[in-house]
């Protein structure tokens, strides 16, 4: 059996894995916030449905754990039935303490991939580059077999929704950043802003640089989140205390500032990775109390006091599950109209999973395109053009969606329609 947790982080403490399951009374509350249960209507597809089979499978009471794998593997994680339970409870942490007690998991393309990012990420790098290389080659038929030989198979997916895979990435670019004192907040640069969209981070550090003053990239490992979701504990724990030292490092009380939801979402859960009594859970605590998602820094940069100047098209905001529920912050709304001005569509069921989950897109197509059709129909109900977001993830599964289904209207990160705002300020200002 693969290693589990064991105890999880919960609203009444920290709890039991079978304790935290046992929780459910299968009340029914999560049913119709639950998006694999909404497209299916299936109770194991639902989180108390997943809740009672992990239960179960702690009992001894499946004798075949393979046959909970349909149920367990289709859960996006989104946390959309924690945020409906009265009783907080941690469905999607319960359903990966499941998978990790399914034969076959991880599979090997996830081992190979984890431990690239962990153990090997100058290689990993090398990889990428050199099926960037051939996308630009005109050879694209063979990007995908390669990725396949490589364990990668997900990134020739990814890779898709980037039209023009980047020569540089973004950390190249950052370690050329002139050194300063004392930073005013440190950077981290999340695995999908590095390697398929740095626009995204010179945006966001541009603002920050602009806003508070200048700052310092971190030099981060990658976050973890892939190697937690896949099975392999042990190198998520390495990942968080190389990034846990790196910012102690670094010294100082600046904010870690990091521009991928999903991403901050998972620094900020570091401390569960450890054990109550190791004295890492007390240094990923501190870790934690400097992380910040980009949606908090946004609203309080000089930029939003000074105003932004309004575009003219249409834009909605669609909110990050792990923005929402797993970090539990509002959308910046009134960021959002001042820079869209009377442009600003509300997004029916804008808190809602767009399907991406990571590699969930990839794993369970059609369950993954059931939900983003209905994503999609709200966005073009909306009548919006432009559709912002804070997850990477969310960018290259609504792209996939909008170039499908609705091609009138595309994704942006909101760090970039900021700076495009903030950008066309200044413009303004100075041919005034």
């Not at 595309?410 to 041919?431: D, N």
């Amino acid at each position: 059996m693969n290693e589990s947790l064991g105890r999880l982080r919960s609203a009444l403490g920290e709890q039991s894995s079978y304790d935290a399951a046992s929780q459910c009374s299968r009340c029914g509350y999560c049913l119709e916030d639950c998006p694999t249960y909404i497209a299916t209507g299936r109770e194991s597809f639902s989180g108390r449905g997943r809740n009672q089979i992990v239960r179960m499978l702690l009992e001894g009471k499946i004798a075949k754990p393979a046959d909970a794998e349909e149920a367990l593997s289709t859960c996006l994680l989104c946390g959309a039935c924690t945020a409906a339970c009265y009783a907080r409870i941690p469905t999607a942490d319960i359903a990966l303490e499941g998978r990790r007690m399914l034969p076959g998991n991880p599979s090997l393309p996830a081992v190979i991939l984890t431990k690239l990012l962990a153990r090997h990420p100058a290689l990993f790098r090398k990889l990428l580059k050199t099926a960037y290389a051939l996308k630009r080659s005109g050879l694209p038929r063979m990007l995908g077999p390669l990725l396949d030989l490589w364990g990668l198979g997900a990134l020739a997916e990814a890779e898709r929704a980037v039209l023009a895979p980047p020569r540089t990435f973004l950390r190249e670019r950052l370690s050329l950043l002139p050194g300063v004192g004392t930073p005013a907040w440190f950077y981290f640069a999340a695995c999908g802003t590095d390697y398929l969209f740095p626009e995204i981070g010179l945006a966001t550090v541009s603002l920050l640089d602009r806003g508070k003053g200048p700052g310092a990239f971190l030099q981060n490992a990658c976050c973890g989140l892939f190697s937690y979701n896949y099975g392999r504990l042990e190198d998520a724990r390495f990942l968080a205390q190389s990034n846990i030292e790196a910012l102690e490092r670094a010294g100082g009380e600046a904010s870690l500032v990091a521009d991928c939801s999903s991403c901050a979402s998972f620094l900020k859960s570091y401390p569960g990775l450890f054990p109550p009594d190791s004295p890492w859970r007390s240094r990923a605590e501190r870790f934690q109390s400097r992380v910040r998602d980009v949606l908090e820094i946004l609203p309080d940069l000089e930029l939003s006091e000074e105003g932004t100047a309004p575009k003219p098209v249409p834009a909605a905001y669609h909110e990050s599950c792990r923005a929402r529920n797993g970090e539990g912050l509002a959308p910046p709304y009134p960021l959002l109209r001042r820079m869209a001005g009377e442009s600003f569509r509300d997004l029916p069921e804008s808190g809602v999973c767009c399907g991406g989950a990571g590699l969930f897109a990839f794993r369970h197509p059609e369950l993954s395109d059931a939900i983003l059709r209905r994503k999609i129909a709200h966005i073009a109900e909306s009548g919006a053009r432009i559709v912002l977001t804070s997850s990477t993830s969310c960018l290259i599964q609504l792209a996939r969606g909008l170039s499908k289904y609705y091609p009138q209207a595309r994704v942006m990160h909101l760090s970039i329609y900021a700076a495009e705002a903030s950008a066309r300020t200044h413009g303004s200002q100075t041919g005034s």
